[in-house]
Structures are given as structure tokens and as C-alpha cells.
């Protein structure tokens, strides 16, 4: 992926909350030489490796899990907030007009070496974990014992796991740090007016690297 100097995104911290806030992978690996695309909801196991290790699962009949065993890498495509800028946002329109549309985006790129897991324990315990970790935020959580016994193993023999130690992560944060200050404070006012919240969100990294850079954040 290539990153201007602005753009780095290093923060540890933020890196692993973007994956953890948006968990829906792209992941993409090599199968029978050709690049195939899965989209995967992964959750961060922080405490295991050196940086961390992403935890899913597939369906058994998908193929790519046979792959893996040719320890061939891999990367995980994470996707945060974006959004459209317009130029119609910035002072610099009416200044001088030397001003075009760009668009904003977060992302992770995580990369590893995938392996399958197959075995019952381990593939009960990591169900386990997504319930907690994805119906936590639930009024009432659903939890692997609420469904029937005998339900949970057919559909635990329907499945592969997917584990991925991190060997490197990437991240890019493009939140107008490359504008003028003038046209930056346009885009966060633009982006607050917008409707959805991709937009808000945006408007927030905006916000937030501007403050870094005056060092309010």
C-alpha cells in the first residue's frame, strides 16, 4: 500500500482499535495461484504473538482452508471510516481555485501466514470468544449454550478455523493532513453538515490530527 509521509498511521493503539471496531476482514491469500478474496469477521487476540493474532473461522466447504497448507501469506484488508471531500469545502476555492476532490479513509492492513485449526476444543472455545466479544455490547448476551448441544456440534463440524499471527501491520490514516490549515477546518465543518456517519466520523479524524498537530491532542 502505498503512504505518503502525512498519511503514517504507527499508533499501535489506534491500529488495533480500528481492526477490533471494524471487524469485518478482506482477507486475501493464494489459492491454486490465483488471489482469492474472503470476507471474514476476525477478532484480535492482542495477548498471543509478538504483535497479536487475528481469530476466525470459515465455512468447510470453502476451499481456502485447504491452502493454507502451503504457508503461503496473507494479508487482512480493515476498512474504517472514509468519506468524499468536496473542494467546495475549502476557502482555497475562492482564493485561487487550485483545489480538486479527494477522498478520506482509515485502513489496516494486517499481514501473516494463515493456518487452519480444526480441532473441537479449539474451534468451541474461539465461538466462545466471538459471542462475548461481539454480543457483549447486548442487553441480554447470547451466549453457546443458549442454542441445543447437539445443534452447536453440527454446526462446529460445518466449520474451519482461521488463524493468523501478525508479522507486520500497516496503517494509513488519509485525514487532509496534506491541505492547508484553512481548507482542513472547511473539511471538519463540511463533513459535520454531511449526512451519515461515515462523515461524523471523519469529520472527527479530521478534527483529531489537527489537534495532534497544534498539540491539544
Given amino acids: 500500500m502505498?503512504?505518503?509521509?502525512?498519511?503514517?498511521?504507527?499508533?499501535?493503539?489506534?491500529?488495533?482499535?480500528?481492526?477490533?471496531?471494524?471487524?469485518?476482514?478482506?482477507?486475501v491469500c493464494t489459492v491454486d495461484g490465483v488471489l482469492e478474496a474472503n470476507h471474514i469477521p476476525f477478532f484480535l487476540d492482542r495477548s498471543q504473538g509478538a504483535s497479536g493474532t487475528l481469530i476466525g473461522h470459515v465455512s468447510r466447504a470453502n476451499p481456502v482452508w485447504r491452502?493454507?497448507?502451503?504457508?503461503?501469506?496473507?494479508?487482512?484488508?480493515?476498512?474504517g471510516p472514509q468519506s468524499y471531500i468536496s473542494p467546495?469545502?475549502?476557502p482555497g476555492k475562492t482564493e485561487h481555485g487550485k483545489v480538486v476532490p479527494t477522498w478520506n479513509y482509515v485502513v489496516a492492513h494486517v499481514h501473516g501466514v494463515?493456518?487452519?485449526?480444526?480441532?473441537?476444543?479449539?474451534?468451541?472455545?474461539?465461538?466462545?470468544?466471538?459471542a462475548q466479544v461481539h454480543e457483549g455490547p447486548q442487553p441480554v448476551p447470547w451466549r453457546l449454550d443458549d442454542a441445543p448441544a447437539?445443534?452447536?456440534d453440527k454446526m462446529l463440524r460445518a466449520i474451519v478455523g482461521?488463524?493468523?499471527?501478525?508479522?507486520?501491520?500497516?496503517?494509513?490514516?488519509?485525514?487532509?493532513?496534506?491541505?492547508?490549515?484553512?481548507?482542513?477546518l472547511g473539511t471538519v465543518a463540511g463533513l459535520a453538515q454531511?449526512?451519515?456517519?461515515?462523515?461524523?466520523?471523519?469529520?472527527?479524524?479530521?478534527?483529531?490530527a489537527i489537534d495532534k498537530e497544534s498539540g491539544q491532542g
Fill in 88 to 90: 467546495g469545502w475549502y
Fill in 194 to 208: 454531511s449526512p451519515g456517519d461515515e462523515a461524523q466520523a471523519m469529520a472527527a479524524l479530521v478534527r483529531q
Fill in 67 to 79: 491452502a493454507l497448507e502451503a504457508g503461503l501469506p496473507s494479508v487482512v484488508l480493515f476498512q
Fill in 162 to 184: 482461521i488463524e493468523i499471527p501478525i508479522d507486520r501491520l500497516v496503517g494509513k490514516l488519509k485525514a487532509s493532513q496534506d491541505e492547508d490549515m484553512q481548507d482542513r
Fill in 2 to 27: 502505498y503512504i505518503r509521509k502525512q498519511h503514517q498511521l504507527t499508533d499501535l493503539e489506534a491500529i488495533f482499535s480500528l481492526i477490533e471496531n471494524h471487524a469485518l476482514g478482506a482477507w
Fill in 114 to 130: 494463515a493456518r487452519a485449526r480444526q480441532e473441537p476444543d479449539w474451534l468451541r472455545g474461539m465461538l466462545q470468544r466471538l
Fill in 150 to 152: 447437539d445443534y452447536i
